[in-house]
């Protein structure tokens, strides 16, 4: 098991969100995390990478309890957190803004190999190395985004929302990033809104709601569940 939640419980102050959520990722596994807005989601991502405190329940990483470490360990232990809210630095190259991910590794030659790394899974940011990130298309930013989060050398990719304000067809880029990364062995926990495709491409789903957990299962299980059709898939 690469990662294990246990009964998290977690919130903002004294208002709690989360209800004893537990969840289970394999290494090389990709698992999403679907169900409505302000169902937690997001908050269960933040509990995990280290940027919210739980208020209960426990998180292994490795076998490891990681519960309550701070941002920057949960990250060296291997947990890279993509979000929207985490983004990019605007007047700063695409170059720039892959080192800022790699402040975790201390090696400036280590850092190269890595930049090498990244470059060689997306070479659209190669090819824009030195453009800043404010000027990139909104699909390339993602793509940045997720390239800046691979820096960490991470083993598990949180990924909030990849294709939130995108078009369509930029949809499908973040999406083949992923997959990308998925071939390289890394593990993916995605949260996302667009949950028909979410559940075509991931291997397991949790439908949260209200804090809970509801139903869990393979995605193509998931997708085919009655309730679940009827109120995320709308048909
Ligand atoms: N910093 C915060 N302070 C107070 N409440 C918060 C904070 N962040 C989130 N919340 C609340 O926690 C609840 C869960 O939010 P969360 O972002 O985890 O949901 P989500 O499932 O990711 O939703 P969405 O799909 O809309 O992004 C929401 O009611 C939200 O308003």
Do not use: H, W
Not at 2 to 13: N, R
Request: aromatic residues 8%.
């Amino acid at each position: 098991m690469l990662l294990e939640v246990k009964e998290l419980d977690a919130g903002y102050g004294y208002l709690q969100i989360l209800r004893k959520v537990s969840l289970q990722v394999d290494t090389g596994e990709y698992v999403c995390i679907v169900g409505p807005n302000g169902a937690g989601k997001s908050t269960t991502m933040k509990s995990i990478s280290g940027l919210l405190k739980p208020m209960g329940g426990k998180i292994y990483f490795n076998g490891e309890d990681i519960t309550g470490l701070p941002a920057y360990e949960v990250t060296q232990k291997g947990i890279a957190f993509v979000s929207e809210e985490m983004n990019l630095f605007v007047n700063m190259s695409v170059q720039e803004n892959l080192l800022m991910g790699a402040y975790t590794i201390k090696d400036k030659n280590a850092q190269q190999d890595r930049m090498e790394f990244v470059y060689d899974l997306f070479p659209r940011l190669a090819e824009r190395k030195s453009q800043l990130a404010g000027t990139m298309s909104g699909g390339e930013r993602k793509m940045l985004a997720i390239g800046r989060g691979m820096m960490s050398k991470p083993t598990l990719m949180l990924v909030d929302e990849p294709s939130f304000g995108l078009a369509p067809q930029l949809t499908e880029t973040v999406f083949e990033s992923l997959d990308i990364l998925i071939k390289n062995g890394v593990t993916i926990m995605l949260v996302e809104q667009n949950v028909n495709k979410t559940l075509s491409v991931t291997d397991r789903a949790y439908v949260l709601e209200n804090g809970r957990i509801g139903l869990d299962g393979k995605s193509s299980d998931v997708a085919n569940d009655s309730y679940v059709k009827k109120v995320f898939l709308g048909v």
